[in-house]
Every structure is written in structure tokens, then in C-alpha cells.
């Protein structure tokens, strides 16, 4: 399974940027898979942003993202769109994608890096004030 985010870029406070992860293999069902957005600003820890359950049913985000980002997925071409809208400087991170198979069927949507199986090169957001 092979992740690709893209989108990154630099942009004011009060901006959006909407980031984009492909996924793609030669065995991978997309379809089955939960996704999820993280992130990482420098010096500190790895931490979730959204995820989205394999069938796009239910969403989940972090307090701090809630009602500013907007998580969805295309199944059709593989991809899990992260927009983000008014974007604020502690937003700045490198952004990334991740998939687990773990949940397939169910209504569960994961929340820890852990629970994840699959990572994608981070792209980097800097959200200048």
C-alpha cells in the first residue's frame, strides 16, 4: 500500500488549503480501508486531526480542527481529501495520511496513529500570521 499526500504550501492565517491523499497497490481495496489525517509540528509529538470510516458513514476530528476541517473520501479514485479552512499559524505542521484494514464492516472510526497500519510521506503546511 502506497500513500501519497500532497496539497501542502504556505498560506496566511484566516486561509484554506485543501490537502489531498492518494493511495494506490496492487492487491489494496481501498474501499475497506479507514483513512486518517495527522500531524506533527516541530518538537512535538504526532497527534490526529479527522478520520474517516472505509464506507465515508462517519467522521471524526480533533477539538482543535472540529468545524474548521473537513475530512471525505473519493472511493472511486482513491483519494481522502483534507480541506481546511480559516487556518491559524498553530495549525503549522506536516500533515500526513494513514489506512488500516482493521475496521472494515464496522462503524468505528480510529483516532491513534497506532491503530494504523499504512503511512504516507507528510506534506508540510505553514500557516503564516
Known amino acids: 500500500v502506497q500513500l501519497q499526500a500532497s496539497g501542502g504550501g504556505l498560506v496566511q492565517a484566516g486561509g484554506s488549503l485543501r490537502l489531498s491523499c492518494s493511495a494506490s497497490?496492487?492487491?489494496?481495496?481501498?474501499?475497506?480501508?479507514?483513512m486518517g489525517w495527522f500531524r506533527q509540528a516541530p518538537g512535538k509529538e504526532r497527534e490526529f486531526v479527522g478520520a474517516?470510516?472505509?464506507?465515508?458513514?462517519?467522521?471524526y476530528y480533533a477539538d482543535s480542527v472540529k468545524g474548521r476541517f473537513t475530512i471525505s473520501r473519493d472511493n472511486d479514485k482513491n483519494t481522502v481529501p483534507l480541506q481546511m479552512n480559516s487556518l491559524k499559524p498553530e495549525d503549522t505542521a506536516v500533515y500526513y495520511c494513514a489506512a488500516t484494514g482493521r475496521y472494515y464492516g464496522g462503524s468505528y472510526v480510529p483516532t491513534a496513529a497506532r491503530q494504523y497500519d499504512y503511512w504516507g510521506q507528510g506534506t508540510l503546511v505553514t500557516v503564516s500570521s
Open positions: 497497490g496492487r492487491t489494496f481495496s481501498f474501499s475497506t480501508y479507514a
Open positions: 474517516i470510516s472505509w464506507n465515508g458513514s462517519n467522521t
